[in-house]
C-alpha cells in the first residue's frame, strides 16, 4: 500500500469523496518541517516526499497538510491485517504499509490465486485504500514485482520472466 499514511487519515477524517486537494503528511526533520507521504494528487503536483513544506505550500497554496502520527499509522495498520486472515492465516506486517500474505494451500478454498488476488484487490480498494499487489513463487519475487513493477501475477514458474524487466534495485 503505497499510500498507506495518506490513505489511513482519508479514512479516519472521513475526506470527502469530491474533495480535490492534494493531501501531504509532515513531519518534522532537523527543524525543518519535511513531507512525508503524499496522495496522487500531491504527487501529481509534484509534490514529494522530502520536500520542505513550506516549498510544498509555495507550489500548491491549496494543500491540506497533517502532521504525521506513525504510532496511529503502525497501529491501524497491524489492525488491517488482523483482517487480512480471512484469505490466509498466515499474515506478517513486513513494514507499515506492506504485508505479506501466503496464500499456499488457500487457492482452491476461493478459486485459484487469480480469485484472491482479485478478492484482496476489491476489498482494499473498496475501502479506499491503494494497493500493489502481487503473487508469485517466493516472497523476494513478489516484494520485488510490488515495489518496482506495479505489481501483478506471475503465473507458476514464470517468475524469472516477471522479474526480468525489473531495474537491478529489485534485488
Not at 503505497?2 to 492534494?22: F, I, V
Not at 513550506?54 to 500548491?60: L, S, V, W, Y
Not at 480469485?115 to 491503494?130: D, K, P, T, V
Amino acid at each position: 500500500m503505497p499510500r498507506w499514511p495518506t490513505d489511513r487519515l482519508k479514512q479516519r477524517k472521513r475526506w470527502p469523496e469530491g474533495e480535490r486537494r492534494p493531501l501531504v503528511i509532515y513531519e518534522t526533520v532537523k527543524g525543518a518541517l519535511r513531507i512525508c507521504a503524499a496522495d496522487a494528487r500531491a504527487a501529481q503536483a509534484g509534490l514529494a516526499p522530502g520536500m520542505a513544506l513550506a516549498d510544498a505550500r509555495a507550489m500548491c497554496p491549496q494543500l491540506a497538510a497533517f502532521e504525521a502520527a506513525p504510532e496511529k499509522d503502525a497501529q491501524d495498520f497491524h489492525a488491517l491485517a488482523e483482517k487480512l486472515i480471512c484469505f490466509s492465516p498466515l499474515v506478517y506486517v513486513h513494514a507499515v504499509g506492506e504485508a505479506f500474505i501466503d496464500i499456499t494451500g488457500c487457492e482452491r478454498l476461493f478459486g485459484g490465486e487469480a480469485a484472491i488476488y482479485a478478492g484482496l484487490e476489491n476489498r482494499l480498494r473498496q475501502a479506499g485504500y491503494e494497493t500493489r499487489l502481487a503473487i508469485a513463487e517466493t516472497a523476494g519475487a513478489a516484494w520485488a514485482m510490488a515495489h518496482y513493477g506495479g505489481g501483478g501475477m506471475a503465473p507458476p514458474g514464470d517468475a524469472r520472466r516477471a522479474l526480468a524487466g525489473l531495474p537491478v534495485e529489485a534485488l
